[in-house]
């Protein structure tokens, strides 16, 4: 269990490529979901990307390069909070050994050690409490694979949508099955990566639910286009919009 | 020339040392313990699960209680081994009675014997003991009981004292010393055997018995 | 070799993709794996703390394992046991061959061996006139079609009743048709109960070398391995350097973990125990026992602290079992020995690079088998390790073609994106000229063509969050 700080009075804010290029709003409800709790949200102009998608394609120099960038705009010891559970695992299991032996090492352990996915920080250490202001809805959670198993992110997300009183829950059968993103695996293994996808948006389509709620981009992007392309009734949403939106 | 063991052996000492190793903490092992008299239930549950028949009986009874359930089966003879102990036991509760099943014994090698071996209809061991945890048999075969008792007739069935159940298979070889002297071959025999290979559909009787018997002697 | 054929895993696995049949065996069977798996490892306690256990048993032992393959050796030997040790499996080949010549041996009844399949020991053995018949059911399917195991636990897995049906009908005198698994079971063992009894030799693989006893342990349900291993005048063990345990107390937590993790069983059938042939006084079992140490790129892996965590594996499967990906394509799209997660870290390790430098990359890293893993083998870690390699970036490269898969274009790729990303003006830029242009990209585009497939193409926003920040008026630092 990570031991978590009390509720600071300013945080970063890591956008994430992902949510930078293709869903800015996402990213722009979770800093005003972090305002709303009295915290003053640091947005540093010279982010761009974790390093992930150099990391894991055998790219780990480049990938050093453009973490050393980030890590040197974190430089005060406050949380850095991000939209995303893949990102996040990144910076926190990733960058000490991506550091190691380097200048930034002290510099990228102790950010890691600041970095919070955004619903664990908004459970854990905002201890958010939501009303909801919103129409009955079904709807049903994908979380992602880094979110579950890198940063042990599971129950945080569900419990802010079952504090939302009109909203109905409903489980994936396979909740905690991949849906095929895994970054540049859904363009070097297409078929796969098709066939994962195509599995998940049928569980989905079962659960009759309206929406498909996640915290990471890169799965909604990778669902919601699987959906749109069938033209399917579900739609997809960031937790961080649905929630601002439902409790505003 | 350097032969195959001394490469092996030269590249593995030329290897990247390991560092920090994480310790080996058994008290996940240790902790494991249940009473006496839920040893013997949990014993029975695990083995009945995997379709092994069970029944608590008695030193004086057990010998009656093999004749009927070969009875049952219509089975007339019963291949043991030298173990004196079992041979006077079943010779003296049997003799007299015209429907006992026959004693045969396994008491040559196996190249003189293989033939009766492979065609007995069943045989009976004893055991070491057993484990709780797993329901499981401890067999140590040798010269009075071997190997092949436990393993080619297709009705196996074995003695088991009560008071001869461990806790666990750690506990058991822990507590018993077992590597200061192991036999040649040590077994431990939790069920009849069985195969899941087609379909995932669990079968029972593949290679070893179709059917295994539990007397457990209390007393 | 039959299954899926293609020069790639990408095309093997696109043609298993399209296989219904074969997609929806492997579907069923792995939910069913994994249920039985769960079951076992309800208290999460025990589990992560028996895990950890055997984590460090395992690492304990490869930390040692030169010290130990020399105590293992002298201990079988005490007991009667000839170790032979193989530097590739060409090597471990004739010196079965030269064991079973000895004896005159024309018949070898197996138990089940990922060993011998890394050997391809049948065939080899069959060339040299000497019959080589599998007993463990599922092996006895998988050779009876010609092929090669799909999982290293249940080898027949890809196959439903009906296919096996057909294969009885077809291969068994006197089998008459039936899909029902007991009645094939009866046919099967009836066969090899015959096949037991005449065989002149019995070859086996090992799950646990104890070093401190010289006893080599095997886990099985069918109770073929016993048979193999006591019927026969002759018994071959074969089994790769990592399988030795330093202490015999190490054993049953691994045993634990192992039927658990594979099958869902709180134990299997049989634990068989072997520390020597039949002594003065048995009167059964092998008069020759014979242990066969094969390397065959095993010492290479062990060379560097990171990719030694390989040879922790344990053979239990529940990696694969696990998997999005294996649950999709099945075992014969991995190409080699060992399929699933294992199987990408090994077989490229095992047998370069050049032709297996893919399989690292078929992986969307979701780590189910990291969390699965019983003995704590970092997969992840060492697939994306494994890329490193690949693309002849790893500063210190170790494994087998290193470098083979490195591409130019890749390379070039990843500067691009290093330069777009590592300076803000940079970035601001290009997400500029994104935001503006990118949606005018074709779905056809190279990339984008793949995704389009099955997906909607994915927009670019009108502005980033950098500028909604900004106009937002957030602080900068």
Redesign the interface.
């Given at each position: 269990m990570r031991a978590y700080p009390q509720k600071p009075d300013a945080v970063y804010f890591f956008g994430t490529c992902l949510v930078d290029l293709f869903y800015p709003e996402a990213g722009m409800a979770g800093i005003e979901l972090l305002e709303r709790e009295g915290i003053k949200v640091i947005f540093p102009q010279g982010q761009s990307c974790c390093g992930q998608p150099a990391f894991n394609s055998g790219h780990r120099d480049e990938a050093r390069a453009v973490a050393a960038a980030q890590v040197k705009l974190f430089p005060k010891d406050i949380p850095v909070v991000l939209p995303s559970g893949s990102c996040a695992g990144m910076m926190r299991k990733h960058y000490p050994e991506l550091f190691e032996g380097h200048a930034l090492e002290a510099a990228a352990v102790n950010l890691s050690e600041r970095v919070f996915e955004l619903t664990e920080f908004l459970v854990h250490v905002a201890g958010v409490k939501l009303e909801d202001k919103g129409e009955p809805v079904r709807v049903t959670w994908h979380g992602s694979c880094h979110s579950q198993r890198e940063m042990g992110v599971r129950d945080e997300p569900k419990s802010l949508l079952k504090q939302l009183g009109n909203v109905e829950l409903v489980e994936l059968q396979r909740e905690t099955e991949c849906c095929g993103f895994g970054g540049t695996f859904s363009v070097k293994q297409p078929e796969i990566s098709a066939a994962m996808v195509t599995d998940k948006a049928q569980d989905i389509e079962r659960t009759e639910a309206k929406k498909v709620v996640s915290g990471d981009c890169g799965c909604l992007m990778n669902i919601t286009g699987a959906l749109e392309k069938k033209n399917s009734a579900v739609s997809g949403q960031h937790i961080a919009q649905f929630i601002l939106e439902r409790t505003r | 020339m350097s032969s195959a063991r001394d490469n092996i052996l030269a590249r593995l000492r030329k290897s990247d040392p390991s560092g920090d190793l994480p310790g080996s903490d058994f008290s996940v092992m240790e902790e494991k313990t249940w009473t006496a008299e839920e040893k013997i239930e949990r014993l029975i549950a695990m083995m009945s699960a995997v379709n092994t028949e069970l029944h608590k009986t008695t030193e004086a009874g057990w010998p009656d209680l093999v004749a009927e359930l070969l009875k049952q089966r219509e089975i007339d003879s019963l291949l043991i081994g030298t173990n004196n102990r079992l041979m006077d036991r079943l010779q003296g509760a049997w003799h007299g009675k015209g429907d006992a099943p026959d004693i045969r014994l396994y008491d040559r090698s196996y190249e003189d014997e293989r033939a009766e071996v492979f065609a007995a209809p069943a045989a009976l061991t004893t055991t070491r003991g057993g484990i709780a945890e797993t329901g499981s048999l401890i067999v140590w075969p040798d010269a009075a009981e071997p190997r092949l008792l436990s393993l080619a007739p297709p009705v196996h069935i074995a003695l088991l004292e009560a008071d001869r159940l461990h806790n666990t298979f750690w506990q058991a070889m822990m507590a018993e010393g077992w590597k200061n002297g192991l036999p040649t071959n040590a077994l431990l025999i939790s069920g009849p055997s069985k195969t899941a290979d087609i379909e995932q559909e669990l079968t029972y009787g593949v290679h070893g018995p179709k059917e295994l018997i539990v007397l457990i002697i209390e007393g | 070799m039959s299954g899926p054929s293609g020069d790639t895993?990408?095309e093997r696995?696109?043609l298993a993709?399209k296989d219904g049949e074969l997609r929806a065996n492997f579907r069923?069977?792995m939910d069913?794996?994994m249920g039985k798996r769960a079951a076992q490892f309800a208290d999460a306690d025990?589990w992560q703390?028996?895990r950890?256990?055997g984590?460090?048993?395992r690492?304990?032992a490869?930390?040692k394992?030169?010290d130990l393959?020399?105590q293992l050796e002298e201990n079988l030997t005490n007991?009667g046991i000839t170790v032979h040790?193989?530097?590739t499996v060409e090597?471990a080949n004739q010196i079965v061959l030269g064991i079973l010549r000895e004896k005159n041996a024309k018949t070898v009844v197996k138990g089940k061996s990922m060993v011998s399949e890394e050997m391809h020991l049948n065939d080899f053995l069959g060339r040299h006139g000497i019959r080589a018949l599998e007993?463990?059911?599922?092996e006895y399917?998988v050779q009876m079609a010609g092929e090669t195991p799909s999982h290293i636990i249940?080898?027949?897995?890809h196959k439903?009743?009906k296919q096996?049906a057909r294969l009885f009908k077809d291969r068994i005198d006197g089998f008459t048709y039936t899909e029902d698994?007991?009645e094939?079971?009866?046919a099967?063992?009836a066969e090899?109960?015959r096949e037991?009894?005449e065989a002149d030799a019995g070859l086996s693989g090992v799950n646990f070398a104890v070093a401190?006893?010289g006893?080599l342990c095997l886990v099985e349900?069918?109770?073929?391995g016993?048979?193999c291993t006591?019927?026969p005048p002759l018994h071959i063990a074969v089994t790769g350097?990592d399988k030795v345990v330093e202490?015999?107390?190490?054993?049953?937590?691994l045993?634990?973990l192992l039927t658990r993790s594979a099958?869902g069983q709180?134990?299997?059938?049989?634990?068989?125990?072997?520390?020597?042939?039949?002594?003065a006084?048995?009167?059964?079992?092998p008069e020759e026992v014979h242990l066969i140490?094969l390397?065959n790129g095993r010492?290479?892996i062990?060379?560097?602290?990171e990719t030694?965590r390989s040879l922790q594996c344990i053979r239990c499967g529940a990696c694969m079992n696990h998997c999005?990906?294996y649950t999709?394509?099945g075992g014969h799209a991995y190409g080699g020995i060992y399929p699933g997660p294992i199987g990408k870290i090994l077989t490229p390790q095992i047998d370069g690079i050049g032709q297996y430098g893919d399989l690292p990359?078929?992986?969307?890293?979701?780590?189910?088998c990291?969390?699965v893993c019983p003995v704590k083998i970092p997969i992840a870690?060492v697939l994306?390790r494994l890329?490193?390699?690949?693309?002849g970036?790893c500063?210190r490269p170790s494994v087998k073609e290193s470098g083979a898969k490195k591409s130019t274009v890749?390379?070039m790729v990843?500067?691009g994106?290093?330069w777009?990303?590592?300076?803000?003006g940079a970035?601001k830029f290009m997400?500029g000229v994104?935001?503006k242009t990118?949606n005018l990209t074709p779905a056809a585009a190279p990339?984008l063509k793949?995704?389009?497939?099955?997906?909607?193409?994915?927009?670019?926003?009108k502005?980033?969050?950098?500028?909604?920040?900004?106009e937002?008026g957030?602080?900068?630092?």
């Open positions: - | - | 895993f990408r696995a696109g993709l069923r069977a069913g794996l025990e703390r028996l950890g256990l984590e460090s048993i690492r304990r490869l930390s394992l030169p393959l020399e007991n040790w193989a530097e090597d007993a463990d059911l599922g399917i249940m080898p027949a897995i439903n009743r096996i698994a007991k094939m079971t009866a099967a063992r090899l109960r037991f009894y401190e006893t006893t349900n069918e109770g073929n016993r048979m006591t019927v350097i202490k015999l107390e190490d054993v049953p937590p045993f634990s099958t709180p134990v299997t059938t049989y634990f068989n125990m072997i520390s020597g042939p039949r002594s006084t048995d009167r059964d079992g140490l390397d010492t290479r062990y060379a560097d602290a030694r999005p990906v999709r394509v990359s078929a992986s969307s890293l979701c780590n189910a990291v969390e870690q994306v890329r490193d390699e690949a693309a970036h500063s890749q390379d990843w500067s994106w290093k777009m990303h590592e300076s803000p970035y997400s994104l935001t990118g990339l793949e995704w389009t497939s099955v997906r909607s193409k994915p927009k670019f926003a502005k980033t969050l950098h500028q909604l920040a900004k937002k957030l602080a900068d630092e």
